[in-house]
């Protein structure tokens, strides 16, 4: 079976302190993958721009499935503060969503400005779906691991 994209793109962000959420408008099965793409301002961690080595973020949604940091990069770092991290996060469904149900981007800091954009793809065998790498992203922003199918 081929894997193929499933429902729509829904996104979200916030410009000031809070959680960004994805609402669902369409429903996922068990052994769906959903992948998160995030981006959120640095805040008040230091760092260079590169990949980031721990994870500054995590994403969650309302039926507990496990989400897997594929990696994050920072661009832009002049300054302590200054610069995007950008990242991304996949689960292969254990739970079933429905539409309604949601997906945040959680900060590990007090970080207003956030956004996180989740598409969903069906076909995927269990098991077939692996995190090549923690490696994260290289500086030109192509992926050193992420996700891949076996």
Known sequence: MAWTVKGTDVGAGRKTTGTAVATLTTGY?????????IAKDPGSATGVAGAVGTGSATVSDSKSNV????GEYRAGASAATTGIIGGIFYTQVTTA???GDTVQVNVT???PAKAISVQGFTGITPGQLSNASTSGFTTSGTATGGISLA
């Open 109 to 111: 800091s007090n970080v």
């Open 67 to 70: 989400w897997v940091r594929a």
């Open 97 to 99: 969503l429905v539409s």
């Open 29 to 37: 099965a068990t052994g769906d993958v959903l992948v998160a793409f």
